[in-house]
C-alpha cells in the first residue's frame, strides 16, 4: 500500500465527546464477543482476560513473554478498530 496521510491526534475534548456519548449496552455485547472471538483463535486467552491491568502489568514485568504477545495481540486489534486509516477496516 501507498503512503497514507497522517490521522490527527484525538483532542482530549473529542474523546470526552465519545467516551459521554458511546452507550455502554452497545459496548458490552461487543466486548464479549471480542473476548469470545479471542479465545476461540487461542485457548491462552483466557489467562489474559482472567487478570485485571494491575495484574497484567506486573506479570508482563516479570516477564511473562506469553502474557506479553497476547496482550500486544489485544492491543494492536483494538486499535486496527479505532483507526479509521487502517488496512483491517
Same mark, same amino acid.
Given at each position: 500500500?501507498?503512503?497514507?496521510?497522517?490521522?490527527?491526534?484525538?483532542?482530549?475534548?473529542?474523546?470526552?465527546?465519545? $467516551?459521554?456519548?458511546?452507550?455502554? +449496552?452497545?459496548?458490552?455485547?461487543?466486548? /464479549?464477543?471480542?473476548?469470545?472471538? =479471542?479465545?476461540?483463535? !487461542?485457548?491462552?486467552?483466557?489467562?489474559?482476560?482472567?487478570?485485571?491491568?494491575?495484574?497484567?502489568?506486573?506479570?508482563?514485568? $516479570?516477564?511473562?513473554?506469553?502474557? +506479553?504477545?497476547?496482550?500486544?495481540?489485544? /492491543?494492536?486489534?483494538?486499535?486496527? =478498530?479505532?483507526?479509521? !486509516?487502517?488496512?483491517?477496516?
Amino acid at each position: 500500500g501507498g503512503a497514507k496521510a497522517k490521522v490527527k491526534d484525538v483532542s482530549a475534548a473529542e474523546a470526552n465527546a465519545v $467516551a459521554t456519548t458511546l452507550d455502554p +449496552a452497545d459496548v458490552a455485547p461487543f466486548i /464479549a464477543r471480542f473476548k469470545n472471538m =479471542c479465545i476461540r483463535k !487461542d485457548p491462552r486467552f483466557v489467562r489474559l482476560f482472567a487478570l485485571n491491568a494491575a495484574q497484567l502489568a506486573s506479570t508482563i514485568t $516479570a516477564g511473562d513473554d506469553e502474557l +506479553a504477545y497476547l496482550d500486544a495481540y489485544v /492491543a494492536g486489534a483494538v486499535q486496527c =478498530c479505532l483507526k479509521p !486509516d487502517s488496512d483491517a477496516v
